[in-house]
């Protein structure tokens, strides 16, 4: 299952929203009503890290102003106002074929 | 405290080999499948191999594929990744990542600082 992202840079004014957008080359919907889908985000220098799992479930001690949306083959990340340190790289993962694919990431950076 | 700590990265001449190893320790690694994720050099993630409890159901990436094998030692609480025919192309900084649970390999919630691998 392929994944692309986009856009692939995303300039934004703090404060403001974000949003990015990922789209599978097959429904990631399962017959058991959940997408499988992930985001990650990973900080310069650092590790990444789980945000959302299941499309729109956000994993623990993530901020709510991050929030996942979408079924089928289009996804969303928004981040609602966009602070400092969320500059980095998000990448949408499919977990619903048995070998895991990443979408190409998209740079968040602040204008 | 909950982490994996990896090791074994190094540089290897072509066609040569590396073992990677990975600890886990706060919780149970028999409780969670384990994956290997790739980042080449300024580039994106790549999912390399995964397999769960036990060593069940390995799988691997068509790049790694029939190169490459990820085993457990669960009493070790450790995973280890043998890398074998190893090519330029796979120079990357390799991260074991922990799955949810047992039962679902998704949302992989704790990852490794990454060990790094140059193949030169």
């Known amino acids: 299952i392929a994944m692309t992202q986009s856009p692939r840079s995303l300039p934004v004014t703090p404060g403001e929203p974000a949003s990015i957008s990922c789209r599978s080359s097959y429904s990631l919907l399962h017959s058991d009503g959940y997408n499988y889908l992930d985001w990650y985000f990973q900080k310069p220098g650092q590790s990444p890290q789980l945000l959302i799992y299941l499309g729109s479930n956000r994993a623990s001690g993530v901020p709510d102003r991050f929030s996942g949306s979408g079924s089928g083959t289009y996804f969303t990340l928004k981040i609602s106002r966009v602070e400092p340190e969320d500059v980095g790289v998000y990448y949408c993962?499919?977990?619903?074929?048995?070998?895991?694919?990443f979408g190409q990431g998209t740079e968040l950076e602040i204008k | 405290e909950v982490q994996l700590v990896e090791s074994g990265g190094g540089l290897v001449q072509p066609g040569g080999s590396l073992r990677l190893s990975c600890v886990g320790s706060?919780?149970?690694?028999?409780?969670?499948?384990i994956h290997w994720v790739r980042q080449p050099p300024g580039k994106g993630l790549v999912w390399v191999s995964r397999n769960n409890g036990f060593g069940m159901n390995p799988a691997y990436a068509q790049p790694a594929r029939g190169r490459f094998t990820i085993s457990r030692d669960d009493a070790k609480n450790t995973v280890y990744l043998q890398m074998d025919s190893l090519r330029v192309d796979d120079t990357a900084v390799y991260y074991c990542?922990?799955?949810?649970?047992?039962?679902?390999?998704?949302?992989?919630?704790?990852w490794g600082q990454g060990t790094t691998v140059t193949v030169s």
């Open positions: 706060g919780f149970t690694l028999s409780d969670h499948w």
């Open positions: 990542v922990r799955g949810r649970d047992f039962e679902n390999a998704y949302a992989m919630d704790v």
């Open positions: 993962m499919q977990t619903l074929e048995t070998f895991y694919t």
